[in-house]
């Protein structure tokens, strides 16, 4: 009996060879995928059976990137009643449930990074004036003025994703007072929004940590917002997906078929002399 040795090679090697740096390629072109390329990759063979194989990506965000989501409302989103267990949420006075969420500020200037910390990047003069502002002297004129500037950065308008379509279970009375703080923007500001509370960077902190491997220290800037079950921001826009693995599967279709037939062919030939030189 044939153990088809030529297709499980084929199968185990240049097949998902193939497979894995396809994907990774397709995935690197999108800054939003970040270490997900080239950290979470799996590959198992045999897979089931000693005739599959498989390349699986074990990112904790693969599933989003792959297939996107509808916008959200965040607190809305939440297990507070998890959250209390865990100790991650905690209770105001008057009785309403509320997370601390944190902001990482990156410096600018990082070069191959994913769109989450770039998005999370400081401009530069906001850098320059965090560092005068959190490193200076507070009765200092500089420090002061740069302080201010900090807190002014960023200050603006936030779209209202209550008020559009295909946002499921998005409580009414949040959706309506969007909807009125939206319009009341529009008269006043000339687009549709609602104010932030407070601007990007006020409240920014510093702290040193150290690189464990280098050794190294640097600083980290972090600010720090207050998320309560009823609050009327924190809505997630719509995210389409990547569909990287479906984009994979459509590449290496025709290749793979190729490898296996190649590789079927040379099972086929040795399987026939097998045979001849048993008849023989």
């Known amino acids: 009996m044939h153990d088809f040795v030529h297709v499980k090679g084929a199968i185990a090697g240049p097949c998902l060879d193939l497979v894995e740096a396809t994907w990774m390629t397709l995935a ?25 194989g498989a390349v699986m990506n074990d990112a ?20 507070w009643g998890a959250a209390l267990a865990r100790g991650t949420a905690k209770v105001t006075k008057d009785g309403r449930r509320y997370l601390i969420v944190p902001f990482r500020h990156y410096t600018p200037g ?10 999370a990047m400081m401009p530069t003069p906001v850098y320059r004036d965090a560092m005068t502002a959190l490193r200076g002297d507070m009765t200092r004129p500089a420090a002061r003025d740069a302080a201010q500037r900090l807190r002014e950065a960023n ?14 279970g998005t409580p009414p009375r949040t959706s309506a007072l969007l909807a009125r703080l939206a319009q009341a923007s529009l008269k006043r500001e000339g687009q549709p929004g609602y104010t932030w509370r407070a601007g990007k960077y006020e409240g920014m902190t510093r ?35 990547y569909h990287f693995a479906e984009k994979t599967v459509a590449a290496v279709k025709e290749q793979l078929v190729a490898i296996v037939g190649a590789a079927a062919r040379q099972d086929m030939v040795e399987l026939v002399r097998t045979r001849i030189g048993r008849a023989a």
């Open 28 to 52: 690197a072109e999108h800054r939003a995928s970040g270490d997900y390329a080239t950290r979470f990759m799996r590959r198992e063979y045999p897979y089931g059976n000693d005739l599959t």
């Open 60 to 79: 904790p965000h693969a599933q989003v990137l792959e297939d996107g989501h509808g916008g959200f409302h965040m607190p809305s989103a939440v297990d």
């Open 110 to 119: 990082s070069e191959g990074v994913g769109s989450g910390r770039a998005r």
């Open 155 to 168: 200050r603006g308008l936030s779209r209202p994703y209550a008020t559009m379509a295909g946002n499921p």
């Open 207 to 241: 702290r040193e940590q150290t690189n464990p491997t280098t050794g190294r220290s640097s600083g980290v800037f972090m600010t720090f917002r207050v998320m309560t079950e009823d609050s009327l921001g924190w809505f997630m826009p719509p995210q389409p997906g």
